[in-house]
T-cell receptor
Framework: KQEVTQIPAALSVPEGENLVLNCSFT??????LQWFRQDPGKGLTSLLL?????REQTSGRLNASLDKSSGRSTLYIAASQPGDSATYLC?????????FGAGTTVTVRA | SAVISQKPSRDICQRGTSLTIQCQVD?????MFWYRQQPGQSLTLIAT?????????ESGFVIDKFPISRPNLTFSTLTVSNMSPEDSSIYLC??????????FGPGTRLTVT
């Protein structure tokens, strides 16, 4: 079974600092990898999808990279804001089914 | 993207009863799934809701406990049967849109007392 690990489990930074969130998976023969944001008690918001043929995706202040050979994906959030405080989840696509990591809970201090 | 709604948004139920959760999508989608998020945990796939046929369940989940219906390409229901406190979770439906991106509903927060 695919294992998805997210490090760190929690992160607290001052406003303006760049965020680096890590996701590792055990099978390099992945389909796609997707990053989500979850606010407390809420559903998931899709942030970025990296297809298996791609190395990275960018949307505004967010950039996600994918290195299949090392089994890693990294989500970068530039110039963090208090509104970025949330739990960030990465998920591996296996035939449309998602396997999730445990998430990184981010707190951005004003 | 797809816009997904779920009903109810939350409910408190007594042990031994059943609750049916509805998931409505604003466009026709082929792939629809149901996930569970237990307190403090990440998401776990319950089943794939197949239109016109029986759902496909993941290991550890059975049809008698979590019956699923998918009458058309925009709607599905998940029933949590004979509930116990261990069923207290957030239940989310998701769909696959174009380019393989997956979208989630707002979730149904279930508390079983």
């Amino acid at each position: 079974k695919q294992e998805v690990t997210q490090i760190p489990a929690a992160l607290s930074v001052p406003e303006g600092e760049n965020l680096v969130l890590n996701c590792s998976f055990t099978d390099s023969a992945i389909y796609n990898l997707q990053w989500f944001r979850q606010d407390p008690g809420k559903g998931l918001t899709s942030l970025l999808l990296i297809q298996s043929s791609q190395r990275e995706q960018t949307s505004g202040r967010l950039n996600a990279s994918l290195d299949k050979s090392s089994g890693r994906s990294t989500l970068y959030i530039a110039a963090s804001q208090p509104g970025d405080s949330a739990t960030y989840l990465c998920a591996y696509h296996n035939d449309y089914k998602l396997s999730f990591g445990a998430g990184t809970t981010v707190t951005v201090r004003a | 993207s797809a816009v997904i709604s779920q009903k109810p948004s939350r409910d408190i139920c007594q042990r031994g009863t059943s609750l049916t959760i509805q998931c409505q999508v604003d466009s026709q989608v082929t792939m629809m799934f149901w996930y569970r998020q237990q307190p403090g945990q990440s998401l776990t796939l319950i089943a794939t809701a197949n239109q016109g046929s029986e759902a496909t369940y993941e290991s550890g989940f059975v049809i008698d406990k979590f019956p699923i219906s998918r009458p058309n390409l925009t709607f599905s229901t998940l029933t949590v049967s004979n509930m116990s406190p261990e069923d207290s979770s957030i239940y989310l439906c998701s769909v696959v849109a174009h380019s393989y991106e997956q979208y989630f509903g707002p979730g149904t927060r279930l508390t079983v007392t």
